[in-house]
């Protein structure tokens, strides 16, 4: 079984541009999450699609947001890019909501 | 909301010695609480997790044990291999998975060999 793949896997972009990263789930996951990870502030969660829906959201402003479209794939955009969302963003993605998560290799992104 | 802490941020040990991994939480409605691998360049691994109702878990050399009344559940690796070498997080599903997951700071394992 393949895993979860992120596209793309490195990103520079400069302060004030949006940027759109693509994650693919395990084939037959529903539930794809999507996390930040920084050397300061270490692993955060940013949100959790299920069946389309967004189950839960977490501390992070109204910049970040997702979606996930009826084959599971998932996106998240971040707009108004500012130099604190320096880091990688990973996907994770599992058949039972939060639980037995699998994770992709992540989405290094840098602004400049 | 959940606030997970994990100790020690680094661990030494020799290879064939065992490892613990301590982590406690905060909210008493977290009811499941994985354990992540990661090595440099990749996205953590699952290695372990265990559900409230349960006391400890064991898969070959690694078992993780909670106490829910201390709110606190621990790592435990027995003859460390250098393959081990990795930075391991601990995480609680923050109001019962409500909020999503919640993770530690991390602990950089190193192998000695």
């Known amino acids: 079984k393949a895993g979860v793949t992120q596209t793309p896997r490195y990103l520079i972009k400069t302060r004030g541009q949006q940027v759109t990263l693509s994650c693919s789930p395990i084939?037959?996951?529903?539930?794809v999450s999507w996390y930040q990870q920084t050397p300061g502030q270490g692993l955060q969660f940013l949100f959790e699609y299920f069946s389309e829906t967004q189950r839960n959201k977490g501390n992070f402003p109204g910049r970040f947001s997702g979606r996930q479209f009826s084959n599971s794939r998932s996106e998240m955009n971040v707009s108004t890019l500012e130099l604190g969302d320096s880091a990688l963003y990973l996907c994770?993605?599992?058949?039972?909501?939060?639980?037995?998560?699998?994770f992709g290799p992540g989405t290094r992104l840098t602004v400049t | 909301g959940e606030n997970v802490e994990q100790h020690p941020s680094t661990l030494s040990v020799q290879e064939g010695d065992s490892a613990v991994i301590k982590c406690t939480y905060s909210?008493?409605?977290?009811?499941?609480f994985p354990w992540y691998k990661q090595e440099l360049g990749k996205g953590p691994q699952l290695i372990i997790d265990i559900r409230s109702n349960v006391g400890e878990k064991k898969d070959q050399r690694i078992a993780v044990t909670l106490n829910k009344t201390a709110k606190h559940f621990s790592l435990h690796i027995t003859e460390t291999q250098p393959e081990d070498s990795a930075v391991y997080f601990c995480a609680g599903n923050s109001g019962g998975g409500a909020d999503g997951l919640t993770f530690g700071k991390g602990t950089h394992l190193i192998i000695q060999p």
């Open positions: 084939s037959g996951h529903r539930s």
């Open positions: 909210d008493s409605a977290s009811n499941y």
């Open positions: 994770a993605s599992s058949s039972s909501r939060l639980e037995g998560q699998y």
